[in-house]
Protein backbone atom coordinates (compact mmCIF):
# COMPACT_ATOMS: atom_id res chain seq x y z
CA UNK A 1 0.00 0.00 0.00
CA UNK A 2 2.71 2.32 1.00
CA UNK A 3 4.53 1.59 -2.47
CA UNK A 4 1.59 2.48 -4.22
CA UNK A 5 0.69 5.77 -2.31
CA UNK A 6 4.68 6.96 -2.74
CA UNK A 7 4.35 5.67 -6.46
CA UNK A 8 1.37 7.84 -6.66
CA UNK A 9 3.03 10.91 -5.37
CA UNK A 10 6.38 10.48 -7.19
CA UNK A 11 3.76 10.72 -10.75
CA UNK A 12 2.02 13.71 -9.23
CA UNK A 13 5.44 15.49 -8.52
CA UNK A 14 6.53 14.37 -11.52
CA UNK A 15 3.58 15.66 -13.75
CA UNK A 16 3.63 19.03 -11.55
CA UNK A 17 7.28 19.54 -12.78
CA UNK A 18 7.18 18.68 -16.34
CA UNK A 19 3.99 21.34 -16.32
CA UNK A 20 6.10 23.70 -14.58
CA UNK A 21 8.65 23.08 -17.32
CA UNK A 22 6.40 23.67 -20.32
CA UNK A 23 5.98 26.98 -19.16
CA UNK A 24 9.43 28.25 -18.50
CA UNK A 25 9.74 30.10 -22.11
CA UNK A 26 9.60 33.45 -21.79
CA UNK A 27 7.10 34.94 -23.88
CA UNK A 28 7.27 38.38 -25.10
CA UNK A 29 4.20 41.32 -26.53
CA UNK A 30 4.80 42.47 -29.62
CA UNK A 31 2.09 45.69 -29.30
CA UNK A 32 1.68 46.92 -32.41
CA UNK A 33 -0.68 49.92 -33.79
CA UNK A 34 -3.13 47.07 -35.59
CA UNK A 35 -2.72 44.86 -32.74
CA UNK A 36 -1.29 42.69 -30.61
CA UNK A 37 1.29 39.40 -31.00
CA UNK A 38 2.07 37.36 -28.39
CA UNK A 39 5.58 35.27 -28.85
CA UNK A 40 7.04 32.29 -27.33
CA UNK A 41 10.81 32.45 -27.29
CA UNK A 42 12.90 29.00 -27.14
CA UNK A 43 16.06 29.54 -25.22
CA UNK A 44 16.84 25.75 -25.22
CA UNK A 45 17.14 25.67 -29.12
CA UNK A 46 18.56 29.58 -29.48
CA UNK A 47 20.17 30.21 -26.10
CA UNK A 48 22.59 33.35 -27.83
CA UNK A 49 19.85 34.25 -30.02
CA UNK A 50 17.05 34.51 -27.54
CA UNK A 51 19.08 36.35 -25.30
CA UNK A 52 20.33 38.80 -27.72
CA UNK A 53 16.91 39.66 -28.28
CA UNK A 54 15.59 39.87 -25.14
CA UNK A 55 18.39 42.91 -24.02
CA UNK A 56 17.04 44.74 -27.11
CA UNK A 57 13.47 44.55 -25.41
CA UNK A 58 14.34 45.03 -21.91
CA UNK A 59 16.41 48.26 -22.95
CA UNK A 60 12.89 49.41 -25.20
CA UNK A 61 15.10 49.53 -28.34
CA UNK A 62 12.11 48.45 -30.37
CA UNK A 63 9.81 50.92 -28.92
CA UNK A 64 8.48 53.08 -31.53
CA UNK A 65 10.24 51.28 -34.69
CA UNK A 66 7.99 50.11 -37.28
CA UNK A 67 7.58 46.68 -39.47
CA UNK A 68 9.58 48.64 -42.02
CA UNK A 69 9.78 45.52 -45.09
CA UNK A 70 6.06 43.73 -45.45
CA UNK A 71 6.15 40.77 -48.69
CA UNK A 72 2.49 38.96 -48.57
CA UNK A 73 3.12 35.38 -48.35
CA UNK A 74 6.68 35.64 -47.07
CA UNK A 75 7.84 37.28 -44.15
CA UNK A 76 7.19 40.85 -42.23
CA UNK A 77 10.39 42.48 -40.93
CA UNK A 78 11.04 44.98 -38.48
CA UNK A 79 13.31 46.22 -35.65
CA UNK A 80 15.52 48.36 -37.70
CA UNK A 81 13.57 51.61 -38.69
CA UNK A 82 12.08 54.53 -37.66
CA UNK A 83 8.54 55.49 -38.98
CA UNK A 84 10.33 57.82 -41.02
CA UNK A 85 12.70 54.96 -42.50
CA UNK A 86 15.64 56.40 -40.39
CA UNK A 87 17.48 53.70 -39.25
CA UNK A 88 18.32 52.70 -35.46
CA UNK A 89 21.82 51.49 -34.67
CA UNK A 90 22.13 48.45 -32.98
CA UNK A 91 24.18 48.96 -29.37
CA UNK A 92 25.31 45.17 -29.18
CA UNK A 93 27.42 43.27 -31.12
CA UNK A 94 26.23 40.57 -34.04
CA UNK A 95 25.03 37.57 -32.68
CA UNK A 96 26.15 34.20 -33.38
CA UNK A 97 24.09 31.75 -35.85
CA UNK A 98 22.26 29.51 -34.31
CA UNK A 99 20.07 28.06 -37.90
CA UNK A 100 21.67 24.49 -36.85
CA UNK A 101 19.63 24.06 -34.19
CA UNK A 102 16.50 21.94 -35.42
CA UNK A 103 14.15 24.70 -35.54
CA UNK A 104 12.52 25.33 -39.34
CA UNK A 105 11.04 28.86 -40.73
CA UNK A 106 7.54 27.92 -40.63
CA UNK A 107 4.41 30.12 -40.39
CA UNK A 108 4.32 31.62 -37.27
CA UNK A 109 7.92 31.33 -36.31
CA UNK A 110 10.11 34.47 -35.31
CA UNK A 111 13.44 34.00 -36.87
CA UNK A 112 17.01 36.46 -37.01
CA UNK A 113 17.02 38.70 -39.88
CA UNK A 114 20.86 39.24 -41.44
CA UNK A 115 22.97 40.58 -44.31
CA UNK A 116 25.09 37.95 -46.60
CA UNK A 117 27.42 37.57 -43.49
CA UNK A 118 25.66 34.39 -41.78
CA UNK A 119 26.85 35.88 -38.55
CA UNK A 120 25.35 39.04 -38.63
CA UNK A 121 22.39 39.77 -36.91
CA UNK A 122 21.61 42.36 -34.56
CA UNK A 123 18.06 44.02 -33.72
CA UNK A 124 16.11 43.11 -37.07
CA UNK A 125 14.08 40.14 -36.41
CA UNK A 126 11.03 38.98 -38.87
CA UNK A 127 8.11 36.65 -38.86
CA UNK A 128 7.30 33.80 -41.50
CA UNK A 129 3.92 34.35 -43.25
CA UNK A 130 4.47 30.77 -44.88
CA UNK A 131 6.73 28.02 -44.88
CA UNK A 132 9.70 29.35 -45.67
CA UNK A 133 11.70 26.37 -45.63
CA UNK A 134 14.62 27.18 -48.10
CA UNK A 135 15.92 29.94 -45.30
CA UNK A 136 16.85 26.57 -43.12
CA UNK A 137 20.48 25.42 -42.07
CA UNK A 138 21.48 23.84 -45.18
CA UNK A 139 19.70 25.08 -47.84
CA UNK A 140 21.54 28.31 -48.40
CA UNK A 141 25.40 28.43 -50.94
CA UNK A 142 26.97 28.71 -47.21
CA UNK A 143 24.74 26.61 -45.56
CA UNK A 144 24.27 28.45 -43.00
CA UNK A 145 20.60 29.75 -42.47
CA UNK A 146 18.32 32.09 -40.85
CA UNK A 147 17.79 31.26 -36.62
CA UNK A 148 14.57 30.66 -35.87
CA UNK A 149 13.97 31.61 -32.04
CA UNK A 150 10.31 30.99 -31.20
CA UNK A 151 6.59 31.29 -32.67
CA UNK A 152 3.86 33.34 -32.44
CA UNK A 153 1.35 31.73 -29.78
CA UNK A 154 -1.45 34.41 -30.12
CA UNK A 155 -1.60 37.32 -32.74
CA UNK A 156 -1.57 35.57 -35.78
CA UNK A 157 -4.54 37.48 -37.54
CA UNK A 158 -2.47 40.90 -36.57
CA UNK A 159 0.46 39.56 -38.07
CA UNK A 160 -2.13 38.75 -41.23
CA UNK A 161 -3.36 41.89 -41.57
CA UNK A 162 -0.24 43.66 -41.39
CA UNK A 163 0.70 41.54 -44.48
CA UNK A 164 -1.96 42.75 -46.64
CA UNK A 165 -1.30 46.68 -46.06
CA UNK A 166 -0.24 48.51 -49.29
CA UNK A 167 3.45 49.50 -49.57
CA UNK A 168 5.80 51.26 -51.58
CA UNK A 169 9.39 52.20 -52.55
CA UNK A 170 11.27 54.82 -50.02
CA UNK A 171 15.04 55.39 -51.69
CA UNK A 172 16.28 52.19 -51.67
CA UNK A 173 13.75 50.13 -49.37
CA UNK A 174 11.01 48.16 -51.49
CA UNK A 175 7.77 47.14 -49.34
CA UNK A 176 7.49 50.00 -47.26
CA UNK A 177 4.19 49.99 -45.62
CA UNK A 178 2.68 53.11 -46.95
CA UNK A 179 1.12 54.30 -43.66
CA UNK A 180 3.77 52.78 -40.73
CA UNK A 181 3.49 49.90 -38.83
CA UNK A 182 4.38 50.75 -35.56
CA UNK A 183 5.81 48.67 -32.82
CA UNK A 184 4.59 50.71 -29.94
CA UNK A 185 6.44 48.51 -27.08
CA UNK A 186 8.01 45.04 -26.87
CA UNK A 187 7.89 43.31 -23.37
CA UNK A 188 8.44 40.35 -21.03
CA UNK A 189 4.81 38.91 -19.96
CA UNK A 190 4.29 36.27 -17.49
CA UNK A 191 0.07 35.76 -18.98
CA UNK A 192 -1.46 36.14 -22.25
CA UNK A 193 -4.57 38.10 -21.89
CA UNK A 194 -7.72 36.20 -23.45
CA UNK A 195 -9.48 39.10 -24.53
CA UNK A 196 -9.33 37.98 -28.04
CA UNK A 197 -9.68 34.36 -29.39
CA UNK A 198 -6.16 32.83 -29.77
CA UNK A 199 -5.01 32.41 -33.37
CA UNK A 200 -3.06 29.23 -34.34
Do not use: C
Request: proline share 6%; no cysteine; charged share 25%.
Amino acid sequence: MKNKFFTGLLVFFLFIFSSFAKEKNPVVLIKTNMGDIYVELYPDKAPKTVENFLKYVKDGFYNGLIFHRVIPNFVIQGGGFYPDMKPKKPTYPPVENESNNGLSNLRGTIAMARTMNPHSATSQFYINLRDNTFLDYGKTPQKWGYTVFGKVIKGMDVVDKISQVKTHTVGYFRDVPVEPVIIEKVEIIKEIKDNKKSEK
